[in-house]
């Protein structure tokens, strides 16, 4: 009886799996944009949350993918970052703007407000389970991969990239 039962569990996580990360109309659901995601029949009434971030520190924990390709006063030229920013925004959603995954409706935490105790009540306010974090820490993995410097050049271009974020997100 328990190895069927966790057959039945598997096959279960397999399906979640496989609609989250199978991409419909060329996006995996789980990355899908506002205006793509509000279409599919399947999330219609439930309930949206999102986790944004400062796009300064946003960008800054992921650019090393960029380090391989472009230098610094790549970034720091701004029609050459709008280019390079708005090329790979096309290829992932990474680097898409986070307004464009927020509907009307949708319930909003900042990342930089933390995930302990008020985010927990915070969920538990917009959904109906009994939601916790188990706290676990982490060491910061120094990699020693290269890394863009925060010059003023480039905060400013993130800023005007990023600027309907900044302003409906303060």
């Known amino acids: 009886m328990e190895h069927h039962l966790t057959n039945k569990i598997l096959k279960k996580e397999k399906e979640i799996t ?3 990360w199978t991409p419909t109309e ?3 659901i789980s990355h899908a944009t506002y205006p793509l995601y509000n279409k599919w029949k399947s999330v219609k ?3 949206s949350i999102a986790i944004i971030r400062n796009p300064i520190d946003r960008f800054f924990s992921s650019s090393f993918s960029f380090t391989k390709k472009f230098n610094q006063s790549s970034f720091e030229d701004w029609t050459s970052f ?5 090329t790979y925004k096309s290829i992932t959603n990474w680097w898409r703007p986070q307004h464009e995954f927020i509907s009307p409706h949708t319930r909003i935490w900042k990342y930089e407000n933390g995930f302990g105790e008020k985010f927990c009540n915070w969920i538990n306010t917009i959904l109906p389970i009994n939601f916790s974090i188990k706290t676990k820490t982490y060491s910061k ?3 020693n991969k ?3 410097v ?3 050049a480039l905060v400013n271009n993130i800023k005007k990239f990023y600027h309907k974020d900044f302003e409906d997100f303060d």
């Open 82 to 86: 709008k280019d390079i920013l708005s």
């Open 26 to 28: 060329g996006v995996e």
């Open 141 to 143: 993995v120094n990699d």
């Open 150 to 152: 925060k010059t003023k």
């Open 146 to 148: 290269p890394q863009l």
């Open 45 to 47: 009434g439930l309930t």
């Open 18 to 20: 496989d609609y989250l």
